[in-house]
């Protein structure tokens, strides 16, 4: 089993910035592939990015392309997501995730985190 935490959500008003982290444990990190999905107030959710095990491949959401970069460190068991530019259509809750390869399919995730809010004001 692999436990995943997400932390560093909050409220930031449109055009700024956040850093969400995600904390694995359980497993060895490095063996997965990570990625970020999330899901707005009565919608769906959403795949947003996600990053290979070596982490030499990323691939990005049409939607926050140039906006957010993912990134991993292994030796902390940790991978990040750097939100900028920050839009009002962005507030969801985000959700880290693990999974044997990187696809843009939630069904492909086997470990998920609880979720952390991000809230952007206009």
């Known amino acids: 089993q692999v436990q995943l935490v997400e932390s560093g959500g909050g409220l930031v008003q449109a055009g700024g910035s956040l850093r969400l982290s995600c904390a694995a444990s359980?497993?060895?990190?490095?063996?997965?592939?990570m990625a970020w999905f999330r899901q707005a107030p009565g919608k769906e959710r959403e795949f947003v990015v996600t990053i290979s095990w070596r982490g030499g491949s990323t691939l990005y959401a049409d939607s926050v392309k140039g906006r957010f970069t993912i990134s991993r460190d292994n030796a902390k068991n940790t991978v990040y997501l750097h939100m900028n530019s920050l839009k009002p259509e962005d507030t969801a809750v985000y959700y880290c995730?693990?999974?044997?390869?990187?696809?843009?399919?939630?069904?492909?995730?086997?470990?998920w985190g609880q979720g952390t809010q991000v809230t952007v004001s206009s």
């Open positions: 359980g497993r060895t990190f490095s063996s997965y592939a």
């Open positions: 995730a693990a999974g044997r390869i990187a696809t843009t399919e939630e069904r492909d995730y086997d470990y």
